[in-house]
């Protein structure tokens, strides 16, 4: 396996309890590094255009609402098979069916506000992490 990078969101009902700390320690635990992060607040259109694949989706509307609700934390992780680990260390999309130690079965408050986001393919994460940094902003 070799060594990816993934995009990780720590979405705005984690930010609102305070919890950016305990879930950095969970991908920090597993072998996931921080090799860039900062907190923003979206604005609907970015939040539109980050979760366009979901347009036609009964939950858009609601999700975008979400996610411009409150500040996120938007970080590049790197590691070892890092989309597929992060994935495993965030848990299924509906905390009811999340992995016992997982964040979401840990954090989450519903399906819509599951505390975290995770690229689900390697293609998909080198875009989104286009869409939120730089490359001088990215420090392994
Ligand atoms: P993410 O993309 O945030 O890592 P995911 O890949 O597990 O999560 P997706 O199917 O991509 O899940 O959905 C994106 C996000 O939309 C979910 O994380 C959740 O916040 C929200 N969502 C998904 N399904 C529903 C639903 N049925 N009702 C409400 N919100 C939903
Ligand atoms: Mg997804």
Known sequence: ???QRTLS???P???RRN???MINDRFEKRGLRIVAQKRIRLTEAQAQRFYEVHAERSFY???VAFMTSGPIVVQVLEGENAVV???EVMGATNPADAAPG???KDFAESTEANSVHGSDSLENAAQEIAFFFSTIEICP
Request: charged residues 25%; positive net charge.
């Open 102 to 104: 997982t964040i979401r």
């Open 13 to 15: 009902d984690a930010t």
């Open 1 to 3: 396996m070799a060594i």
């Open 9 to 11: 969101i720590i979405k």
């Open 85 to 87: 680990l992060n994935r």
């Open 19 to 21: 919890l950016t700390g």
């Open 61 to 63: 509307r609601g999700l």
